[in-house]
């Protein structure tokens, strides 16, 4: 069965009806899950200030744990975070950008880059 043009003109202005009337709760619904999420962050910050410098980091391991497993609720992907970004932060404070090995090419070995 084929629509006439004005079929699919009250078809399409019937859609667009509902999905502008329903928009002022998903908004909400939007703005009431950030401000949530917003408020678990700023309490996981005031419970581990030691993580305000490493910003950056503690937002990279949050999203990974994020895309690891979607169903898990924000508060416990925070928690689940602390020992992550620890051992992070632990591994880049063990690294010197002071001095550089100047026999550095002679310890690595590059014969097979690029090589599969």
Do not use: C
């Amino acid at each position: 069965m084929e629509l006439t043009q004005e079929q699919m003109d009250n078809l399409v202005f019937k859609i667009t009806e509902k999905v502008l009337v329903r928009m002022p709760d998903v908004i909400g619904h939007l703005i009431m899950e950030h401000s949530s999420i917003h408020k678990m962050t700023k309490g996981f910050y005031d419970k581990h200030p030691e993580f305000k410098n490493d910003a950056h980091s503690v937002r990279s391991i949050i999203s990974k744990l994020e895309k690891e497993d979607v169903t898990m609720e924000y508060d416990a992907i925070l928690e689940k975070a602390v020992p992550l970004i620890k051992r992070r932060m632990k591994s880049v404070s063990e690294l010197s950008f002071d001095k550089i090995d100047e026999n550095i090419k002679d310890k690595l070995d590059i014969s097979n880059n690029g090589a599969l």
